[in-house]
């Protein structure tokens, strides 16, 4: 399992740079301005930092990006690490600047020297989320992570104002060490152990295996893993810390690996749906999250663990399978298996916990990619108030979402001949078709989102919070809805107005 940083916020003093021997992060501002920490640093090193920002490099550079000293005479410190970053700025960027400042210290021991901002305790958290490395299956010695001193003014108040960014933050490397993990080690049976140590935080967790499904008549989540010799699972989250209302609910596919069962993709990367579980892994780490920081809210979360293997025993397309709702679908390509999986887990949350509202996560479509890239998830809603709820806690993440559409002509697309739906619609608006399919599977008064996380989920590029591989987007997203649509506001003291 990997933590992240336990940063140290320190009340500032001169004095300990002197004598600090990794990487020392300064803060300057667009104009050129130093703080009290930075002129220390500066004139430790001899008028350099004077110099680099009356340089054209520091001209060109822009806000949030940085530059690497590294051995600066007149000092022990092993880097010097020049962040441009302006005093005031909103927290998504002031994250990209933390994390910014991560990638360019080396591996050890780093002193960021945060003075007065106003956004330390955002800039920490950008750097711990960058200084993540999967590194659970290398046998070679890994260099150690070191430790993040922050020094600045007010360090009691920052580390509070830290500590739900901390749970969030553990949270997200949950969700990505999840992800990243090899299937033949995150079978369905290791990642429902994992789930079950969540009750050590005190959720309730719930693991319903194969029979318990059947009597559910759950056959749509059932025969994706029917070619599989790992059991299918459904895992349930219940984090009560709101008192006795009913929950909010977030489900997740778990597809641990897809080949595409029968209809079995192409060799050339499909060692990447390793990430096909992408969708319960977030709604792991959101638990995980809530449960760290007390989360004064009811949430339940769902996961559907399977994996989809060809086999004499696999389903073959063209069968048809019974849902939980008593719908029937026509499989027509068993590699679009998410929405199966998804189909029973939804309507089983509806109809055991009568939430407010249901958000599902899936690495759904590879359409979602080419409609939107790897910038932005798909939000797919059949409300507009939970819809821009949503969209405006990821802006402030700065996690990329953006909204598609749904409608009627949409959903003829799936239509089938001999059962109530097919699986499938074509290859024309393959991601709205999927979503329309999901829909089927929300009561007409429920709340609803579904997220097709095809794109961000796991990348093959560096983002701006996290190295290449699983990102732990929507995390902090989805905590923050929770944060910011059920938990109550703190009432003003009059007094202090």
């Not at 003093?13 to 050129?32: K, R």
């Not at 945060?114 to 305790?121: E, M, N, P, Y």
């Not at 996560?361 to 798909?378: K, P």
Request: aromatic share 6%.
């Amino acid at each position: 399992m990997t933590l992240p940083l336990n940063p140290q916020f320190v009340e500032t003093d001169l004095d300990q740079i002197n004598s600090f021997e990794g990487d020392i992060v300064v803060l300057i501002t667009p104009n050129g301005g130093l703080d009290p920490l930075a002129r220390r640093v500066n004139k430790l090193c001899k008028g350099a930092l004077n110099r680099f920002v009356g340089s054209d490099a520091f001209e060109k550079m822009e806000n949030g990006a940085t530059k690497l000293l590294a051995y600066p005479a007149g000092m022990v410190a092993k880097g010097i690490v020049i962040l441009k970053t302006a005093k005031k700025t909103d927290l998504s960027e002031a994250r990209k600047s933390g994390a910014a400042a991560a990638k360019a210290c080396g591996a050890g021991d780093v002193m960021f020297l945060a003075g007065a901002s106003k956004i330390t305790a955002a800039l920490t958290q950008g750097f711990v989320l960058r200084r993540y490395d999967f590194t659970d299956h290398k046998t070679a010695d890994q260099a150690e992570s070191g430790a993040l001193t922050v020094l600045c003014s007010a360090a009691e108040t920052v580390a509070e104002d830290y500590e739900t960014m901390a749970a969030t933050a553990e949270g997200v490397f949950f969700t990505r060490d999840l992800v990243n993990e090899p299937s033949n080690v995150l079978t369905t049976t290791e990642f429902a152990d994992r789930l079950l140590a969540l009750s050590d935080l005190g959720v309730k967790v719930t693991v319903l295996e194969e029979d318990e499904l059947q009597k559910l008549g759950m056959g749509s989540l059932l025969c994706v893993g029917l070619g599989s010799r790992s059991p299918t699972k459904m895992v349930v989250m219940e984090w009560q810390g709101g008192g006795d209302e009913k929950p909010f609910a977030l489900v997740g596919k778990g597809v641990v690996f897809d080949t595409g069962g029968i209809s079995l993709k192409p060799a050339a990367g499909m060692e990447d749906m390793t990430m096909d579980m992408g969708g319960a892994g977030v709604v792991a780490g959101v638990m995980k999250s809530l449960a760290l920081r007390k989360a004064a809210a009811n949430v339940v979360g769902l996961v559907g663990l399977v994996e989809n293997m060809p086999d004499g025993a696999a389903t073959r397309p063209g069968d048809v399978v019974t849902s939980m709702k008593g719908d029937t679908i026509e499989v027509i390509n068993t590699d679009a298996e998410g929405r199966l999986v998804l189909a029973d887990v939804l309507w089983y949350a509806q109809k055991t916990f009568e939430p407010t509202g249901v958000i599902n996560l899936a690495t759904l479509t590879g359409a979602i990619i080419i409609g939107l890239g790897h910038e932005n998830a798909g939000v797919f809603s059949n409300n507009d108030e939970l819809a821009r709820k949503f969209l405006n806690a990821a802006k402030a993440e700065g996690e990329g979402a953006w909204r598609m559409p749904m409608g009627d002509a949409y959903d003829k697309l799936i239509k089938s001949r001999i059962a109530d739906m097919k699986n499938v619609g074509g290859r024309a608006a393959g991601s709205i078709t999927a979503a329309q399919f999901l829909q089927r599977f929300v009561q007409a008064d429920m709340p609803w989102i579904h997220l097709d996380i095809a794109g961000v989920a796991s990348v093959a590029a560096d983002t701006d919070l996290a190295p290449k591989g699983a990102t732990g987007w929507g995390v902090r997203a989805l905590d923050r809805l929770v944060s910011d649509m059920l938990e109550p506001v703190a009432p003003v003291d009059p007094v202090d107005g």
